[in-house]
């Protein structure tokens, strides 16, 4: 029976599965949000609550204590200084976990993690002038590469148009 054996192994060692929730707990102070399998990020929310609990202390051993699990100078300063004081008026449930269902490659399911205090971000439609031609936005960077260089000849075309060019002697 598993009876008070509350820690969700991951399928990892121990060394391991510290690793992965302390990156993962640094990710969603860095993005606001990630997305990762159901699992992990059942996982990852208790961590990432002690840590704004830690956050919210201030204190200097409450930073050192952060810093030990999560091992990121940048992700701790950024919980101190931003995360933990959104969350002051809170007593707890800093995070939240959207089911997105299955993935497509493997059929497990999927979640995102997020603060529930993140700000909202809302992304405009980028509006275009009138007076400029309209032109498809590129799909990937080979595409915008390709679109901004001029097309080059090859050495076979230039060397013929030298050719042609050349006066004969």
């Not at 409450?62 to 969350?87: E, N």
């Amino acid at each position: 029976m598993r009876h008070q054996k509350k820690t969700v192994k991951l399928g990892r060692t121990a060394e391991h599965r510290k690793s992965l929730l302390a990156n993962q707990v640094c990710s969603l102070i860095e993005h606001q949000r990630i997305k990762t399998t159901l699992a992990k990020a059942k996982a990852v929310r208790p961590l990432a609550e002690k840590m704004v609990t830690l956050g919210k202390k201030g204190s200097l051993h409450a930073r050192r204590t952060a810093l030990s699990v999560l091992r990121q100078k940048d992700a701790v300063k950024k919980l101190f200084d931003d995360i933990a004081p959104r969350s002051a008026d809170r007593k707890g449930g800093y995070t939240r976990i959207v089911k997105l269902g299955a993935r497509k490659s493997d059929s497990a399911p999927v979640a995102f993690i997020e603060w529930v205090d993140a700000p909202v971000v809302v992304e405009e439609p980028v509006t275009e002038e009138i007076g400029k031609s309209k032109k498809k936005a590129p799909k990937n960077l080979a595409e915008a590469a390709a679109a901004e260089k001029p097309a080059r000849k090859s050495k076979k075309t230039a060397a013929s148009s030298e050719k042609a060019e050349k006066p004969a002697e």
